[in-house]
C-alpha cells in the first residue's frame, strides 16, 4: 500500500516515492538555511546543520548530493534563496546515477529572471541568552544580454551571484539536556585539580563530583561556527538550441569541533576546523529538433573540485612541542659507588669506592609553565600539597607521577573512563586536501513513444592527508635522549686518591650504534659533541627563559640559553615518528612526515628502499588516488498505458594502489609449481595438490616445513586432506 503524500500548495510535486519542492512553497517556510530544506524529506528522520541526514537508517554524504547537474559538497551552507527545486530520493535515474541505498538529492539553483532581481535577507534567531544563529543571504541575477532574431537565432547571456555569512554559536545543539559541570564548580576543578589521599599520593576532585555540582544543557558551550559560501554563474543560450553554462561555489567556515568525552569537564579544549571547499564546472547543451516527432539532446560536463580542512587545538596550532608541555623539572643528579676493586693504569686498587651510576636523583624542582595552565594545574597542586616534604614526594619524577603530578607529555586519567578531565588537551593536529575532476555525457534520443538514452562518466580523485599525535613527543624526546650512553666505560677508569679511601670512576659509554637520530641533531643544536657524553636533562627546558641544562661528564651541571624555537620535527628520524607503526607520532598520505605536501612520483616500492643523504629511511607515501569509470545505456517505451525499461549500466573502479597478492600473507606467496621448481629445496607436494595451489609454511623467511596448501577458499593440511 503507498502512502500518500499531500500537497501543501501547487508548488510541490506529489510523488510518493520521489518528492520534489520549488522555492515559491519553502520561501514561505520559516527557513533560515539550506540544511532546512531537507526536514521536508520524509524519509530523512534526522538532519542537522552540518549537512549529515540519514535516508531510512543510511548516513547520506557529498556523493549523492547534486546542484545544477553536478556533484557537490557542502550545498548545506549555501544560500537558501539560491535554490529553485529540490527533489529527493530519485531513485528513478540509478542507471544515469548509480545505485545509492539512500537515494539522491538533486539541488537546482534558480532561474535567471528577465530583469534584474536583487534579494538581500537577514535572519537571526535567539534560542538562549548566550546562544543564536546569525544569517545575511544575498541574490542578485538578470540579462546581461539578449538578441532576438529569426526562428532558432535567439540568443542572450544571464547570470546569477548569490552569498551567504552565517555564524552560529552552537551549530548541533543536543536534542535532550545533558548534564555538565557548573561554571564554578569547573573554575575551581581547574584551579584544583588534586587533593590528597589518605593513605599517600592524591586523588583528582574531579571524581567526587555530585549531582549538585552539574547543571544541564541542550548546548555545547564551545561549538561556534562562522564563515561564507558564495555562488556564481553565468549562461549563454546560442542559437539552435545550444547553451553553455560556467558555475563556481566556495565555501570557507571555521568552527570549533565538539568533542562528546570534554562535554562535562572540558569543553575549553574542544578543537577548531577550518574548511575550504570550491567546486568549478562548465555545461555545455545542445538540443536538436526534428521536423518530425524526433528530438536529440546532449550535454557535456566538467568539474574540478577542492577541499582543504585543518583541525587543530586553536592556541597552539602548530606548535607541537607545546600540546604536552608542563612546565620545568629541574633535576638534581648524584653519582653513586659501592666497594671493590679495580686497576687503573697498572695500579690495582684494593677496598676502593666503585661509581656504579651517574643517574641518583636526589630532587626534582618544578617551575609551572605559561602555555597549558590546565595541564600545569596538576603538578602545581602536587607540590602545593607536598610543600617542603621532597623526600618520597619529588626526588625523581617516578614520584612525581605515581603521586598524580603530571610530567611533559602526560594527560590526566579521564574520569570514570568517560570523560576527559579538566585541562586535557587534544592531542591532534590534521590537514586534508581532497582534489576532484569529473567529467561526464550524456544524451538523449526521443522518437514517438522511444526513449533511447546513454551516456558515461569518469572521475579521479587525490587524497592527501597528514595528522600528529602532537602530546607524545615529550615522550619520545625522553626516551631518545641520552639512550646510548646509559652504560658506564669500565674499561677506562680514573682514580681520585683519597687520605682514607680511594674513589674510581668512570665516564659514561658512547655507543654509536644505538645513538637515535633525535639525540645527535639535539647536540648539535645545542652546541654539544654529538659524540659526547653529556647528559640532556631534556624537561629541564624552560618556555619563557629558551634555556636547558645538561651535565657534563663530570657530573657538573649546567645551563645553556638556546631560544624557544629548540625543538622541532626534523630533528627525528621519519622512523623514530612512525614509532614502527605502534602509536605513530604522525601519519601520511601524499605528505612527508613534517606535514609538507609531496609532490614527486612516488611508487610503492620507494616506502622500503628511499633514502635520504644520511642513509636514513624517508618512506615516502603517495597520495590516495582512486579512479571511476561508468557508462550506462537505457531504453523506454510507452505503450497502450504500459512503460517498458530496459537498460545496463556498468562500472570500473580503480584503487591505483597496491593490493596483496595472497589475501592471507603480507609476503610474497609461491604456489606449487613455483616451490618445486626453487634450487636447493626438498619439496614434494601430496597427491592432489594442483600445480596452482599456494603453499603455506612455518617461517617466511627460514622455513622448516609445510602446513598446509589452498586453492581459492578451499584449505588443506600438511598431508594434502580437506580442512
Not at 541526514?53 to 539560491?82: A, N
Not at 611533559?408 to 586536501?433: A, E, K, M
Not at 674513589?503 to 633525535?518: G, L, M, P
Not at 609532490?599 to 607515501?621: A, C, H, L, T
Request: glycine share 8%.
Amino acid at each position: 500500500q503507498n502512502d500518500t503524500i499531500i500537497a501543501l500548495s501547487d508548488s510541490i510535486n506529489t510523488l510518493e516515492v520521489n518528492p520534489t519542492f520549488n522555492a515559491s512553497f519553502f520561501r514561505h517556510l520559516p527557513f533560515t538555511g539550506t540544511s532546512d530544506i531537507y526536514k521536508l524529506n520524509p524519509a530523512i528522520y534526522r538532519s542537522d546543520n552540518d549537512g549529515g541526514h540519514l535516508v531510512d537508517g543510511f548516513f547520506t554524504s557529498g556523493d549523492y548530493t547534486w546542484f545544477d547537474g553536478v556533484p557537490m559538497d557542502f550545498t548545506e551552507e549555501m544560500p537558501l534563496r539560491l535554490i529553485g527545486e529540490a527533489k529527493f530520493n530519485d531513485f528513478g535515474n540509478y542507471l544515469e546515477s548509480g545505485n545509492s541505498i539512500t537515494g539522491f538529492t538533486r539541488l537546482e539553483p534558480v532561474h535567471s529572471s528577465d530583469s534584474l532581481t536583487f534579494l538581500a535577507e537577514t535572519s537571526s534567531r535567539l534560542i538562549h541568552k548566550k546562544f543564536n544563529d546569525n544569517d545575511i543571504q544575498l541574490l542578485l541575477s538578470g540579462p546581461l544580454f539578449k538578441q532576438s532574431g529569426g526562428k532558432g537565432s535567439n540568443s542572450s547571456l544571464s547570470y546569477t551571484v548569490a552569498s551567504r555569512l552565517f555564524s552560529s554559536s552552537d551549530s548541533d545543539p543536543s536534542y535532550v539536556l545533558r548534564n555538565h559541570a557548573a561554571p564554578d564548580y569547573l573554575e575551581n576543578l581547574e584551579d584544583n585539580p588534586l587533593r590528597p589521599a589518605p593513605m599517600g599520593g592524591t586523588y583528582e576532585n574531579s571524581w567526587f563530583t555530585n549531582e549538585t555540582d552539574a547543571v544541564s544543557s541542550y548546548f555545547n558551550s564551545n561549538a561556534a561556527k562562522k564563515g561564507f559560501s558564495l555562488y556564481g554563474n553565468i549562461r549563454a543560450d546560442l542559437a539552435n538550441g545550444m547553451f553553455i553554462k560556467f558555475g563556481s561555489y566556495t565555501m570557507d567556515k571555521k568552527e570549533a569541533i565538539p568533542v562528546y568525552d570534554n562535554f562535562f569537564f572540558n569543553q575549553e579544549h574542544n578543537p577548531d576546523r577550518s574548511s575550504l571547499y570550491s567546486t568549478n564546472y562548465i555545461l555545455f547543451g545542445h538540443e536538436i529538433e526534428s521536423k518530425g516527432s524526433a528530438s536529440f539532446t546532449y550535454q557535456f560536463q566538467g568539474q574540478y573540485s577542492m577541499l582543504k580542512s585543518k583541525t587543530e587545538d586553536s592556541d597552539l596550532g602548530t606548535e607541537f612541542f607545546k600540546y604536552g608541555y608542563v612546565g620545568k623539572f629541574d633535576t638534581y643528579k648524584s653519582p653513586t659507588f659501592e666497594m671493590g676493586s679495580d686497576t687503573v693504569n697498572g695500579t690495582f686498587y684494593d677496598q676502593a669506592w666503585i661509581l656504579n651510576s651517574w643517574d641518583y636523583d636526589t630532587l626534582v624542582e618544578f617551575t609551572p609553565g605559561n602555555v597549558n595552565p590546565g595541564l600545569t594545574a596538576y603538578t602545581s597542586g602536587y607540590y602545593s600539597i607536598f610543600n617542603n616534604e621532597p623526600d618520597g614526594h619529588f626526588e625523581n619524577t617516578d614520584q612525581i607521577q605515581l603521586g598524580g603530578g603530571l610530567l611533559n607529555g602526560q594527560s590526566p586519567r579521564q574520569v570514570y573512563g568517560l570523560w576527559n578531565n579538566t585541562g586535557t588537551v587534544y592531542n591532534s593536529y590534521s590537514i586534508d586536501d581532497h582534489r576532484r575532476i569529473n567529467f561526464a555525457a550524456n544524451g538523449l534520443l526521443d522518437i514517438g513513444k522511444h526513449q533511447i538514452s546513454l551516456g558515461f562518466q569518469f572521475r579521479k580523485d587525490n587524497y592527501s592527508s597528514y595528522q600528529a599525535n602532537p602530546v607524545g613527543l615529550w615522550a619520545l624526546m625522553r626516551g631518545r635522549t641520552n639512550f646510548h650512553i646509559q652504560e658506564l666505560d669500565i674499561s677506562n677508569p680514573y682514580v681520585h686518591e683519597g687520605e682514607l679511601m680511594d674513589t674510581i670512576f668512570y665516564s659514561r659509554k658512547y655507543d654509536a650504534e644505538t645513538q637515535s637520530t633525535f639525540d645527535r641533531n639535539l647536540r648539535l643544536a645545542l652546541g654539544l659533541d654529538p659524540e659526547g657524553v653529556d647528559y640532556i636533562d631534556i624537561d629541564s627546558y624552560d618556555f619563557s627563559a629558551g634555556t636547558i641544562n645538561y651535565y657534563d661528564d663530570e657530573g657538573i651541571k649546567h645551563t645553556i640559553n638556546c631560544g624557544q624555537d629548540l625543538f622541532s620535527l626534523e630533528m627525528f628520524s621519519v622512523d623514530e615518528l612512525l614509532n614502527e607503526g605502534i602509536a605513530s607520532y604522525v601519519s601520511y598520505i601524499g605528505y612527508d612526515h613534517l606535514g609538507n605536501r609531496n609532490r614527486s612520483k612516488v611508487s610503492f616500492e620507494d616506502f622500503f628502499n628511499s633514502k635520504n643523504e644520511d642513509g636514513e629511511y624517508i618512506r615516502p607515501v603517495a597520495a590516495y588516488t582512486p579512479m571511476n569509470y561508468s557508462a550506462f545505456a537505457a531504453y523506454h517505451l510507452d505503450i497502450q498505458g504500459w512503460s517498458v525499461d530496459a537498460g545496463i549500466r556498468m562500472e570500473a573502479f580503480d584503487s591505483h594502489q597496491q593490493v596483496l597478492k595472497d589475501p592471507y600473507l603480507f609476503y610474497e606467496a609461491y604456489n606449487v609449481r613455483e616451490v618445486e621448481d626453487m634450487q636447493g629445496l626438498s619439496f614434494q607436494a601430496p597427491t592432489g595438490m594442483g600445480n596452482d595451489f599456494i603453499v603455506y609454511v612455518d617461517n617466511g623467511f627460514n622455513p622448516t616445513r609445510v602446513t598446509g596448501y589452498r586453492d581459492g577458499e578451499q584449505w588443506y593440511d600438511d598431508a594434502g586432506d580437506e580442512i
